[in-house]
């Protein structure tokens, strides 16, 4: 009989990057449960690793589905929630319930379980237009206008930090926070610009590109593989109540991500500008020093990640 070294459970399990921790917990050989209702992934994402995992199928906001499935497991991975800028604006409702039944049902769940190890995902939402750049993880956390819809996203987050951190002192032995920053790569879904950019590379007609805002809106792009890397220097040294960004500290334009792009398909654009969405973040880039510490490095540069991607043929 297999002998295993820890047990997980991942909520989210299926989603984009739900799916590349999973692979990394089979890698590590641990016992491994996914539970998601798959409303944005699926299981055909785990070709080699289907027979190595559990998985149940439940709904994050059902409290007696997640107490059950935390049975028998010694860590949490909590994921499950619904990603994708368009759903900030189109359904808040639904991804405050999300934020509030799914935070609650965990961390009462782990309780109700002794399950003392517990990682949160947050987001570079909590702090939406930061003060500084390069951001840390000792940001003020803000919704800049209750009424914008868009911050039910970031909302939803901060709630999840504030419970983690004040529930993770009295409850837990290690409890820590990520924040991921705009993690990229094959199965991500097309609500976000990099898969949103290729599919439109590749019925692009004419030379006039539609890009949101002026183009001068900065991001900092990580690898989904470099981002699972992340997560491992947080697995293996990270501490109890602490707070890492995972991302990288290479700064683009949105407008140098539409020419890297064109290039990549050999197309020439002329850019066309529109305005940018209510509570768009201009400039976003993480600090990335704590996570070096504890041995993060950078393996994948953005032309390169990107080429891998239009290679792949995705987003077809």
Known sequence: MKKYNKSF????????IGAGITKLLIKKNFKVKIFDNNSRGHLNKFKLERKRFKFIKG????RKQVLRACKNVDAVVHLAYVNGTKYFYK???????IAVKGILNVIESCIENNIKELYLASSSEVYQTPDKIPTDEYEMLKIPDIHN??????????????????????????????RPHNVYGSDMGNEHVIPEFINRFRN??????????NGDETRSFIFIDDFVKGFECILKK????????IGTDELVSIKQLAFKLAKIFKKKI?????????GGTKKRLPSIRKIKKIGFKQNVKLEEGLKSLVQQKLYD
């Open 238 to 245: 990270g501490k109890h109540l602490e707070i890492y960004n």
């Open 270 to 278: 002329v850019l066309k500008k529109t305005k940018l969405a209510r």
């Open 59 to 62: 709904d994050i906001r059902n």
């Open 91 to 97: 359904e808040p409702v639904k991804i405050l319930e």
């Open 204 to 213: 692009l007609k004419g030379k006039k590109f539609k890009i949101q805002g």
């Open 149 to 178: 819809p868009r911050y039910s996203y970031g909302g939803g987050k901060i709630l999840t930090e504030l419970m983690g951190i004040n529930y993770g002192k009295k409850y837990f032995k290690k409890l820590i926070i990520f």
């Open 9 to 16: 459970l991942v909520t989210g399990g299926t989603g984009f």
